[in-house]
């Protein structure tokens, strides 16, 4: 495989996984914890590099930056990795995962409060597919695009 083909594949699994998370809340109703915006962060970062690396073309093959991106995947799969194990209960999430902030200082902005919040947690998957969330699956997702990176940067530096 070249280095342009793994790039290419590269982009668009985290295009393809990005868009996924966009399409369930969207369309299928699945709004995201706090926990689940974060596993999202990484992708935008990484989205924009490699999206003009494969615009740059052969101006912008170089090892480092595609072992860059891999980095950036890693943390995804840490990130996500966090949340899956809050979801499977290996592991507390942070206090603030499923309310906000703060406390209301009066008893009437507490009722005020109350009125329009919706309370995401994040220790409760929305969703599974054969017993794993969106999280794990994330988890599964940034591990292969983290390998494909590595794939990239050893053809890279071997001149594919």
Not at 24 to 53: D, H, K, N, T, W
Request: net charge positive; glycine share 14%; aromatic share 10%.
């Amino acid at each position: 495989m070249s280095y342009r083909q793994i790039l290419l594949s590269v982009t668009l699994l985290a295009v393809a996984t990005i868009s996924l998370a966009w399409a369930s809340e969207i369309f299928g109703g699945l709004a995201p914890c706090a926990l689940c915006l974060q596993q999202r962060l990484p992708y935008y970062v990484a989205v924009p590099i490699l999206l003009a690396m494969v615009w740059a073309g052969q101006r912008l093959t170089s090892p480092w930056l595609i072992a860059g991106v891999g980095v950036v995947f890693l943390v995804s799969a840490g990130l996500a990795g966090y949340h899956a194990g809050v979801e499977y209960a290996w592991w507390a999430g942070p206090d603030t995962c499923g309310g906000g902030g703060g406390l209301p200082s009066s008893t009437a902005a507490l009722a005020e409060a109350l009125k329009g919040a919706k309370v995401v947690r994040c220790d409760e998957a929305a969703f599974r597919l054969f017993g794993i969330s969106m999280a794990g699956y994330n988890v599964l997702m940034s591990l292969l695009l983290v390998g494909l990176c590595g794939y990239g940067f050893r053809a890279a530096r071997a001149g594919r």
